[in-house]
């Protein structure tokens, strides 16, 4: 554990860096698009950096497509196999969310890979980053306090347990639509309204707001025609839960796809995992 590459990533990696920093030799890159004084403390390497590094981080995603790692403060794109090829033999590669190809690739090369978005710890803390982003979102959008207002959360996963509680604390009538009956009863339990996916449609008319967290289009062109013409929804999802962006503008409903909220909303420099 002597030195560390961070490649591409969000403003996480930069108060990573930053803060290991203090103890190994680190560096960044794929920031050059980013001017930040944090960012200015662990320096802007080259690839080749890599050749001497023992330990390379890679973001969380890593990838969406498999191709480029994910590097939004990037003004180019950084392919997998260029950083795979640069690696030291001995180099441990971490990532979030490790795809095929990152796998095939670290194995082919005898690279250690360590995939740590499979800690449970760190899934949990980010659901509730997550659902605190989302709150914002919804206090920010609508016009109205919380405590007023009909949620329907779609799915009950780790982020919308997170978010079903802190909606419900805040007074809000929340409901959950979930596939699983086991989920419903836990959202029972926990508060909240339960109703199947299947039985919905006829009461998606009464919500201010739906937060959908299913990675599946749930919201196809039939439901999306029954919510409200000032219905906020909000995904959550790593794929869109709304099948028809243009249909949505055009009954009124508001669709803001979050993506990444715990560096989007939540992370400033006095804000570190």
Known sequence: ???????????????????????????????????????????????????????????????????????????????????????????????GK????????CRENSLKLIDYFEQEELIVLNAAITAEGALEIIMREKAKAIMSMSILVTGYGRIAKVLS?????????????????????????????????????????????????IPAQVLDRNKLVRLRGDCLVVDLASKAGVEDLELAKEVGVKVIWALSIPWEVNFGKNFLI
């Open 98 to 105: 490790a795809c095929p190809v990152l796998r095939d690739m």
């Open 1 to 95: 554990m002597k030195d560390f590459i961070f490649l591409g990533g969000d403003l996480r990696f930069i108060y990573a860096a930053a803060k290991l920093n203090k103890k190994y030799d680190c560096s960044v890159y794929g920031f050059d698009t980013l001017d930040d004084e944090v960012h200015k403390e662990v320096g802007i390497p080259v690839l080749n950096v890599i050749k001497r590094c023992h330990n390379v981080v890679l973001p969380l995603p890593m990838s969406r497509n498999c191709d480029y790692i994910t590097a939004p403060y990037h003004s180019g794109k950084i392919p997998i196999s260029s950083i795979i090829n640069a690696c030291s033999e001995k180099a441990t590669v971490y990532c």
């Open 165 to 213: 509680k802190y909606l419900h604390a805040l007074g809000a009538n929340v409901t959950v639509c979930a596939r699983k009956f086991s989920d419903l009863a836990w959202a029972r339990i926990a508060g909240c309204k339960a109703i199947h996916i299947n039985d919905v449609d006829s009461s998606l008319g009464k919500f201010d707001a739906v937060v959908n967290t």
